[in-house]
């Protein structure tokens, strides 16, 4: 039996390149790691609810009863980036709760923390109003040219599990360990990142994301 | 190398794990998910191979999650390593309250005084004790694994099942949380998944 995780991820002799790993389990997020910016609350969730069985985690969600259109807000490490953009894996268990059309949300690595998005070098996936489907979302590293790359499953209000990787000048979306997409027009950013998880209200009903597992390590 | 990842150490990718959380207890300051209940002094243990010790006063107290529940009444596991250093009562487990009361329950009660190890678990009204036929209290560390299933509630002891109880189940959704009774416990690991 192995008795350390470190052997469990790392082949003998290795130096373990940096990884990070949240369950947003507890009272409430470690604000001593995550920062927040924008317009938008973060809690725990408290569902009491049958579902919250294999829920539970962070939600991500306008804390106001009026949500407003055109505001947003980014959950991220307050600009310490310590993930490669070109050799990266990162895991997230995400459910986008709302109406498509109401708002979006995206969730990976990128380069700003920032409220407002656009600030360039996104590595992720989006959910709600950019595309119908499940889909890949990248920019370059100005934010200027973004790709959307639709997957084959609808956008839903489940549970998901995600992992966006990539390895030199591709990067893959898969959905559930079995759905891929490939980001195809190379948008993609070129500096160091961070984990990010956001919100954008199109309108002025609610919208929300939730996730209950984050990883995010350098290959 | 085993796994790309901690998720596939648990689950593979086509699965959408469940909520799983663990704790070291190790740093210069407990991690701010832990919220203190009722009277006490926590702190971290300056020693080789200790973690975390609360000091418990004015009755139960202990840290937990404020009332974020995320673990099951039904199909969850909740582990601990935990010892006593003084005498009256060791208590961790699962609870679906703040406060002291024994209603939606189910922890570990290792009581100087009594003569063998308890379960205790509540229901919305009535709580109820088991009593291990084997355990007695004593200031070593034990490793408590709490298992709560659709039919019943399993205590093992250090690897081995000691007490399963049926009787005054919780209903409600769950918090870890570690801590005692006008005592000094220590805690090393601890960790609570849904199954």
């Known amino acids: ?219 | 190398m085993a796994f790309p990842s901690v998720y596939e150490m648990f689950t593979p990718l086509t699965t959408v794990r469940k909520q799983h959380f663990w704790e070291y207890f190790s740093g210069a300051t407990l991690n701010s998910r832990w919220t203190q209940q009722g009277s006490g002094t926590p702190s971290m243990v300056n020693e080789v191979d200790e973690g975390f010790q609360f000091i418990s006063t004015g009755g139960d107290s202990y840290m937990a999650f404020n009332n974020i529940r995320p673990f099951s009444p039904t199909a969850s596991v909740f582990i601990v390593e935990a010892k006593r250093t003084a005498s009256n009562g060791l208590r961790t487990g699962l609870r679906g309250n703040n406060g002291t009361s024994n209603t939606q329950v189910a922890y570990v009660n290792e009581w100087s005084s009594n003569s063998n190890l308890v379960l205790r678990t509540g229901d919305a009204s009535s709580d109820s004790d088991a009593t291990s036929t084997s355990l007695v209290p004593n200031t070593n560390w034990n490793l408590y694994k709490i298992e709560c299933t659709s039919s019943k509630i399993n205590l093992s002891v250090n690897g081995v099942l000691d007490i399963e109880k049926t009787s005054n189940r919780p209903t409600i959704g769950l918090q870890p949380f570690v801590g005692g009774y006008n005592s000094t416990s220590r805690f090393k690991y601890c960790e609570a998944y849904n199954t």
């Not at chain 1, 070109?86 to 895991?91: A, C």
């Not at chain 1, 549970?159 to 948008?187: C, F």
């Not at chain 1, 956001?198 to 002025?204: A, K, Q």
Request: proline share 2%.
């Open chain 1, 1 to 219: 039996m192995t008795k350390s995780i470190y052997d469990q991820l790392n082949a003998s002799g290795t130096v373990a390149k940096q990884r990070t790993v949240d369950t947003f389990s507890g009272d409430q997020i470690d604000f001593t790691q995550w920062s927040t910016s924008g317009d938008f609350g973060f809690n725990l969730a408290n569902n009491d609810s049958s579902e919250f069985y294999n829920g539970g985690g962070v939600i991500l969600k306008w804390y106001n009863a009026n949500p407003v259109a055109g505001r947003e807000g980014v959950l991220a490490y307050d600009n310490k980036r310590q993930f490669s953009p070109t050799n990266f894996v990162w895991i997230m268990n995400c459910k986008w709760t709302g109406t498509r059309t109401s708002g979006v949300s995206r969730f990976g690595i990128k380069r700003y923390s920032d409220g407002t998005f656009n600030g360039g070098g996104v590595a992720g996936a989006t959910l709600g109003s950019d595309n119908a489907k499940i889909s890949a979302y990248t920019t370059n590293e100005t934010g200027g040219q973004i790709s959307v790359v639709a997957s084959t499953i609808d956008v839903d209000n489940v549970y998901h599990n995600y992992k966006g990787a990539r390895s030199g000048s591709a990067y893959t979306l898969l959905i559930d360990g079995v759905t891929s997409v490939t980001e195809t027009n190379g948008y993609l950013p070129v500096n160091a990142s961070q984990p990010f998880l956001y919100c954008y209200n199109n309108d002025t009903t609610h919208h929300s994301l939730n996730c209950n597992y984050l990883e995010v390590y350098n290959t």
